[in-house]
């Protein structure tokens, strides 16, 4: 008796017993069965499919309720084609998954089983195929056939035709003489193809045989989707500018859109105004601010940066629009599939595109991959292929194979070179000459700053504006700043304003230093002078000037009509020894008779000061081309010029470098961003803090710019077209 | 070329009131005040012939594209849409016209007994269309379609003719007036054989865009699939819980759109549109012999009318009244209680 009890005692404690160790066993086989899945997918993407497979087998043999290693051991084996055995394999898994499911309804989720189960369809499918395929003797698993739908025809009435019926029908006719007439008019107006490009006779450029051809490649061979890469200086713009306007000529397109960095927004309007008679309407325009997304679809011709259009509620807006042709500049930006620039150009639908940049590649050959996808998807196949097949394992700038990856670029991308187009710049020297100002000079001067520092963040947007242009006048002349006062703040009785404008009329000897300079520079040589200032003001102060020293001037500026124009420029080129102008003065016209320029005052974007230079540093220049920047010391104009020459050495850089180099600032508008620092600066010390920062970010953007310079040449080389 | 477009230049000048004088080597345009607004407000110009000659104020080199001679164009195309002429001197006499309408024409199902014959004025419309084939390029071409007005029908031999031999602009206004009723119905009758003239081009056209669009369209569906394929590897290395395969799907997913849409503009971009435009219309007017037959069916009796065409000095096929076409064996249709062709019978 005793005994018996002894083994019932014994029984339940064994019991607990044989529980604890269950489940201890269970958690140590649970833990080795994940090790081993674990362990066998890694194996798998390292692409050991053999040792991945024997650790699933392992894993199964341990004979775990977790279906996971039948799932991966399926999708395995479908990889190495045992297409049966995945199917069992997967079967198995799912078997496992419902079970679970049953019994254990929370470790399992739906869309868990759901991946087995279409895992098994698949396997199934390829099942049944292969049959067929054993069944008919040929290869005719091509479950991927491609699907070509026909071409649509769409036929279309004009409407106008029935007004002419009704003309008809009422007898109001016309005589045979007109009728005839009408018959060769209707003759002469049908062209066919792009052979005679109608754009060249009703534009305003000086344009070049290489420019023709790669304009007509475009529009003949490319379809109108091709990648502009002309070295810097050698006139994408005016290519893409042919190519829009022969398409809006001949009726191809009617909504346009232009994407470019924000300093280049308002270079390309006024390009595509003054040489192609296209007027835009830009991002820029207060029009932007008040239609907001309406603008996008009532305006057909917009120019926008990239950095406005890739914003949520633009990017929407823009996404839904058709349009006929797009036109991305500086396309160098969309090097990154990832980026939001990339995203928006990706889905902008357009019939035509066109991607400009003089350095298709920046840091390494995956960026020329994604711009040229963008532009014709599956060109050069896929990311994958086109690394294994162009570049050498490990370095992303490295080449191989570069003929045939020149060929299929010859496709779709066109790069002209200096070298090749035999156009041939001579050197350009610049000289900064920093004036003193005088006490009174200084006086001024700080008077101005004060004030407009002092009123700039409690003004209005048009007060503003008129305060940055008081501040821009105050290093050019009294007179020029004498006007802005008197007509956009004398008005208010404002007791500085008034201070300022009494000031102004007392000292307008004030400015007299830099015309001082101006007759030194002009008297040391024979040459002619092209001399640039903003205002008009200045303009007469320095002509008047000039006059009374006995030098013959012409004037330059957009209150002059046609006549008057050709004529004073006639008369600088024959007669005059200076000629004085205004931004406006100049662009389109022959000025490279003369070599030497003086700015007398200076924009605060380098871009203008570019353009200026390009009056006369251009195609057809023969003399080296001499630059005198006259600027007060302790300006504004003073540390721009600082950051442009000392730091950059931006004039003697090639035509349109300095374009590149801003590009690379993205966002950065260079004009705004100095008189930004020069209103929040409290002292000098800050002041000449911040310009340094941003110096050292103008010099990362010029490193850059060299460092683009070496890989582009790799791949494009001097011989790229031939 | 170039002297065709030097001597339309001028008639257009002239004919819409500017006083032209022609040199060696330019012509010079004095325009009138009321019109110079069409000419960027310019009174006088020198038309060059040669580029390099181009020199001085006010002088244009004469050639397709210059801004002044595309409105000069324009001018011409909106005038002169519409114009009535008749054909005058043809030879309106001829013998044994019911012996040459019977070797012409069969009559199975009918009994054709000739009446009499009389001398008629007819019209004829010729219309003007330009059909533009609009894909990624644009192709146009002029075609010319002439439709008798009685009776209403396709007039194809028109153009096989030397009617400008005839030409007068002498017209008879009270006759014009009864044929422009017919001029809607002619009309359609032209559309239609319009779009059957321009089907041939079209196949081509069709055919090679079709080339282009199997191109590209491989292209783009071979790399999607690759990249799908890619995405998929990578789905089947990772486990069932992974959290990588919910961005994975979606990223089959956007794919997947992505392709969509380039298809779709791809369809778009290789779509041909054919645009018809009616640029003008002539009325034509000549007198032709008109033969009167009783058509006998059973115990029926029927008018029948044929044409002599003394223009084509033959005579002029009957249409059948459904199909519109000319037919050389003519048949009563008991169901129309009209004469139609075999076919429509």
Redesign the interface.
Known sequence: MKRAKFYEEEDESQVNRYKEEEDYRLESVRKLYESYVRKGISFLKKGEINSAESLFKKAINLNFLIPDAHFQLGRLLIKKGNIKAAKNSLKNALNGVIFLKQEYPGHIRDDEIKVIEEGLEYVQERIRLLKEEKKLGKDIVDEDKIYIPPVRVQYEFDKENVNLIRQAEELNYESLKFYDLNSQAQNLSILQGFDELLSLSSSNIEHYQYQINTARKVLKRFSGRAFLCDEVGLGKTIEAGIILKEYILRGFVSKILILTVPSLVSQWKEEMSNKFGLNFITTDNGVFEEEKENFWVKNNFVIASLHTAKRKNNCSIIQDINYDILIVDEAHHLKSKNTLNYKLVNSIKSKFTLLLTATPIQNNLEEIFNLITLLKPGHLKTLSHFKKEFRIKGDPRSLKNKEKLRELLSECLIRNTRAEVDIKLPKRHAETIRINLSDDEKNFYNLITNFVKEEFYKSTQARKFFLETLQREASSSVNACLKTLKIYLGNNEHKISKNLIDFAKENREIGSAKLKILLKILNSTDEKFLIFTQFLETQSLVLNFLKSNNIPCSVFNGNLSGLEKDFNIQEFKEHNKVLISTEVGGEGRNLQFCNAMVNFDLPWNPMRIEQRVGRIHRVGQTREVYIFNLSYKDTIEDYILKLLDEKINMFELVIGEMGMILGNLEDIEFDKRIFEIWIDSKTKEDLNKKIEKFGETLLWAKGKHEEIKKLDLEIFGGDYET | MRH??NL?CR??FE?IGCLVDLKQDYFDVIIPDEIKGQFEDKDYIKFFYNKENVKGERSE?L?????LISS???I??N???????SLEGLPTTTGNLQEKILRKISFPNIKAIFKTQILTNSAT?LF?F?ITYLH???????KTIAINLEPLGLNEKFFTSNYSLY?S?KCD?LS??DY??N??RA?EIA?KDL?KKQELT?EKM?LE??KK??RE???????????SE?VTKKL??????DKS?ERLNKKLEVLRL?EK??IL?L?????????????????VFQPKIRAHFDALYKDKRLELIVFWDPLLKDVELPYCYACNKQTKSLYYSKNLDKFTCKECL
């Open positions: 065709d477009i339309f008639n257009v004919s080199f050639h397709i594209g210059n801004p000069l164009i324009n011409a195309q005038k002169g849409k519409f114009t009535c002429f419309a003007n330009k990624e390029d644009k192709f146009e071409e002029i030409i602009e206004f014009m007036k422009t009723k001029i809607q009309y559309c779009i079209t069709k865009l079709q669009l199997k369209m491989e292209r783009i569906k071979e790399y999607y699939k690759e990249n890619e089947g290395r990772i486990g069932i819980q395969r992505e849409t380039k503009d369809e778009e971009k290789y779509k041909l549109r054919n645009l018809f435009k009616l640029l003008s219309i002539a009325l």
